[in-house]
Each structure stands twice: as C-alpha cells, then as structure tokens.
C-alpha cells in the first residue's frame, strides 16, 4: 500500500462546470476525510466518513458540493457550477478508529491533493 | 469551536540555529494535538503527536513538542536546525475524535 491517493493532481476548469475528485485511502482505514487548503491557510474541514455513511459536514460544504463513499472504500468529490472561489487545493486523508478508546496509534495519513484551479 | 493559532507565518534560521515555533489553540477540554510538516511539493506528514501522558512529545527527525495545559500550548521546537527543515509546519488540534482543526501555518526557511 503506497499510502492515500487523490486523482487528478491538478484540474483546471471553466467557472460554471462540473468537477469530480477522487480519493483512494489506505485499504485498512476505515474513516476518510476530505480538506481544502486556499493559500496562506491551513487544510480546511469539509467532511468526514467512516466507512460508507458520511458522518458530518462543515458549513463550508455548500450545496454545490456532494461527497460518496459508495463501498466504504474510495471516495468522490464533485463540485458542481465551479466558482472562482472554489480554486483551492483538495486533500484527503485517512485513519482507523481508535481501538478501545486508546488512540495511541490515531492519525491521519493525507494525500498529495487535487489543485482545482476555476478560471 | 476550536480554533489553533500559530504565532509566526514566516521564520527564516541560519543552518545550526534553535528552532521554537508556537502553537496555542482554544478549548477546555481533552485534546489531541499534532504538527504536520508540508515539504516543497510533497504532501503533509506527521511529525508528531499528543495524546496524553509525558508532555514532552519526541517526533521524527529531532524534533520534539512540549504540551503545557495551563497555556493551551503545544509549541514545537528542534535544537539545530538543517536546510533540509525548510517546509512548511501546521500545528492541529482534535477535540472530538474526528476532525482536525488546523493553524493557517509557518513557513521556515532554513538558509545554508
């Protein structure tokens, strides 16, 4: 296992089109999150699963935005009607759930990321 | 809400200087905290973690992370920096057991 895997690494896209991320975690985690990281900020919440069910959405999740993580495996991230505000790195991430209430080997692995760049 | 402040966003250090970079964050109860590096075009990497026990926490090369509660702190600190620490460093904060909660980060330069 090479570790967490996003594709594309870099997408640049008219305003108003679609777009779909994809995120492959470590095979053996059962929780995957997705961040955006905007320049001169750090990674940014967006949501989180734990297996195939999506637990929670930040707010800056708007409507525009849907993730699925149809087989508790990999993940997509669409985004639709991009903006220019939407031009952002995508990171996802990966961990396990802490075993027995001791999340003594609890952490996150991240990916590389997607660059979206909305022109 | 949580929310991680990081004092400095640029640091420039000669190679052989002491490197403290700081780190508070907001919330009164039980955390986990982490610094993750960001080196030029690679992804993020864990450098160290907290969880509980021993307040001063050793990571990967060198570096080391002090947990004092009383000042919501978790400051990361290396005794002798190289030009190859030149990165970027996030301090973060877990409170819940799900989400980071990241600082907007520090740029070090590391001159040779």
């Known amino acids: 296992d090479t570790g967490v895997s996003q594709d594309p690494r870099h997408k640049i896209t008219k305003r108003g089109q679609n777009v779909t991320f994809r995120c492959d975690p470590i095979?053996?985690?059962?929780?995957l999150y997705w961040y955006r990281q905007t320049l001169g900020q750090g990674p940014e919440f967006l949501t989180y699963?734990?297996?195939?069910?999506?637990?929670?959405k930040s707010r800056l999740l708007s409507d525009r935005f849907s993730a699925e993580r149809p087989k508790g495996s990999f993940s997509t991230l669409e985004i639709q009607r991009t903006e220019q505000g939407d031009s952002a790195m995508y990171l996802c991430?990966?961990?396990?759930?802490?075993?027995?209430?001791?999340?003594?080997?609890?952490?996150?692995?991240f990916g590389s990321g997607t660059r979206l760049t909305v022109v | 809400a949580q929310s991680v402040s990081q004092h400095n966003h640029h640091v420039i250090l000669s190679e052989a200087a002491s490197l403290e970079l700081g780190c508070n964050y907001s919330y009164g109860g039980t955390v986990n905290l982490f610094w993750y590096v960001q080196y030029p075009g690679q992804h993020l990497q864990l450098l160290l973690k907290?969880?509980?026990?021993?307040?001063l926490v050793k990571g990967i090369k060198g570096f080391e992370a002090e947990f004092i509660k009383s000042k919501f702190s978790f400051n990361l600190r290396k005794p002798s920096v190289q030009w190859s620490d030149t990165a970027e460093y996030f301090c973060?904060?877990?409170?819940?057991?799900?989400?980071?909660?990241f600082g907007a980060g520090t740029i070090l330069r590391v001159k040779s």
């Open positions: 095979s053996e985690h059962n929780r």
């Open positions: 699963f734990q297996n195939e069910a999506q637990l929670e």
């Open positions: 973060a904060v877990n409170a819940y057991g799900n989400k980071l909660v």
């Open positions: 991430a990966s961990s396990s759930t802490p075993r027995g209430g001791k999340p003594s080997n609890y952490g996150y692995t």
């Open positions: 907290y969880f509980s026990g021993d307040p």
